[in-house]
């Protein structure tokens, strides 16, 4: 049976991991490759690294992180964050990150799903969504672009569809109502799309105690959960968190 | 000296990495001679599988390929290039019927039910870690009914003419390989799987997956073998794998 997945994620700002670390016995815990490796250990079954590098001239380094990446890690990674074309794109999968995920830019030109599909296959795109919910709306959500700053007027379910339906192999889908509440994920969004959409569904934003991940995938229908903080400052181990999944029955590979 | 075949679709550092990590000496290549004389080769897999066998032919690769196998070479595709090892197959295909393969195992690779036998839906594509099942080496054995009948239906009278041709290449001998590409390495052990097309039952397969089919994830046909998953992103237990592969590699 195929298992959930737990998916550490690292914030990187010119190729060096930013909001802080706090694990002991790392050599140099601003280095994104060690973090990843000590991830591994644990048995994180893949992580994500979001460039939230300012300017494209820095783009260059974060190249050179997945290039260093494919050649020092054994599990699955996914670079996101500042894609505008395909050709960003192809640069990425060419220095070996196995997926991309992509935000603004497909919601600015749909169509940048559809030939990333193509040209890098299904399994390469992952559409990431920041949504909030409408005030109001008993169970509506928005999409938000530019990192969370600006409002399209979309609908994150009817936009998740149609990521979908246009080549996206995977969506990453954040709550900006719950990120960084610790209040855990929002499930009610979770699920929507999860029940939206016949790709796997990636939970993230609001994860602040271990039970937190069973809930997003019992209640929220999720495929994968994804968290930061609680992992980067050690309150809770890779596998603190899948002991707890599977004490709720949940498959996870431990 | 192990080839790695680059046909140009990314992936490839990964996978020369692990079998470097296991003591291998690799090269990655594009060159059909290089290929042809390789002790062992590995295909590794992205992309679809229309694009790759273009790409394959192009270069002159799926000769190649073929001739390493025929002699004996250790072989081992991943995901796609594992696809490939078959007769043919529907993804991207263009025109009418599925695209020949490097046809070494008889079957038309084919895109994954989205339900299971009741109805039940499943996400596709098939992504993340997976439990690995051996099979009895009897031979054949899983009930694969949903795909090969679905496969059946689409598939290919097109692709039997030259079918008997490619078919050709016997099974290698296997000296005193070890036995299995699965060497201490527990039946259920999980490996990391990104897909959403699958091979055809066959008496090849020698491990099995389910998602919502039961699908060959491991295939060998003599000296050559074929897996689903990634071992190059599946953590201990792939760089076990890998390991098991150079190893296999150094005494053929």
């Known amino acids: ?108 030109d749909p169509s940048l799903i559809t030939q990333a599909a193509r040209a890098f296959g299904t399994q390469a795109v992952i559409v990431a969504i920041d949504a909030k919910r409408v005030a109001g709306a008993r169970d509506a959500w928005e999409v938000y672009v530019s990192g969370g700053r600006s409002a399209t007027g979309i609908d994150a379910v009817a936009w998740a569809r149609e990521a979908a339906r246009r080549g996206a192999g995977e969506v990453l889908l954040t709550s900006m109502d719950r990120d960084g509440s610790r209040e855990g994920f929002d499930c009610a969004l979770t699920r929507a799309v999860a029940r939206a959409v016949d790709i796997p569904v990636i939970a993230s934003g609001g994860v602040g105690r271990l039970e937190h991940f069973a809930q997003g995938i019992l209640e929220g229908e999720a495929d994968a959960v994804l968290a930061a903080s609680v992992f980067h400052f050690g309150e809770l181990t890779i596998r603190e968190v899948k002991e707890d999944m599977a004490r709720h029955g949940i498959p996870v590979r431990l | 000296m192990i080839v790695v075949v680059d046909y140009q679709k990314g992936n490839i550092r990964s996978v020369a ?102 109805g039940i839906p499943y996400k596709i594509p098939h992504v993340g870690w997976n439990a690995v099942n051996s099979v009895p080496t009897s031979g054949g054995g899983c009930a694969h009914k949903a795909s090969s009948a679905r496969a059946g239906t689409s598939s290919g009278r097109s692709v039997r003419a030259g079918l008997s041709e490619r078919l050709s290449i016997a099974p290698a001998a296997m000296g005193d390989a070890p036995q299995s590409l699965f060497e201490g390495i527990p039946s259920g052990e999980h490996f990391y799987f990104t897909h959403s097309y699958i091979a055809p039952e066959s008496d090849a397969t020698i491990a099995t997956t389910t998602h919502s089919v039961t699908f060959p994830c491991a295939v060998r046909h003599g000296a050559a073998f074929g897996v689903q998953f990634h071992p190059e992103k599946s953590s201990d237990a792939g760089q076990r794998l890998l390991a098991n592969f150079v190893r296999f590699a150094r005494k053929a």
């Open chain 2, 17 to 118: 990495r692990g079998l470097e990590a296991a003591g291998a000496q690799v090269v990655v290549s594009q060159d059909a001679e290089v290929i042809a004389h390789a002790d062992a080769v590995v295909l590794p897999g992205v992309g679809a599988f229309a694009d790759a066998m273009r790409t394959m032919e192009e270069l002159g690769q799926d000769e190649a390929v073929r001739a390493a196998i025929e002699r004996g070479a250790p072989f081992l595709g991943i995901c796609l290039g594992m696809h490939l090892m078959f007769e043919a197959g529907e993804e991207h295909a263009e025109g009418d019927g599925p695209t020949p393969g490097l046809g070494l195992i008889p079957g038309v690779v084919c895109r994954m039910s989205r339900t299971d036998a009741e």
């Open chain 1, 1 to 108: 049976m195929l298992t959930k997945r737990v998916i550490p994620c690292m914030d990187v700002r010119d190729g060096r991991v930013v909001k802080g670390v706090n694990f002991v016995n790392l050599r140099d815990a601003g280095d994104p490759i060690e973090l990843a490796q000590r991830y591994d250990e644990e048995r994180a079954d893949e992580v994500v690294f979001l460039d939230i590098t300012a300017t494209s001239d820095d783009r260059a380094t974060t190249v050179e992180l997945a290039s260093r990446a494919s050649e020092c890690l054994r599990l699955p990674y996914t670079v996101g964050g500042g894609f505008r074309s395909v050709a960003d794109i192809r640069r990425m999968i060419a220095a070996g990150a196995d997926k991309v995920s992509v935000n603004s830019a497909a919601v600015k």
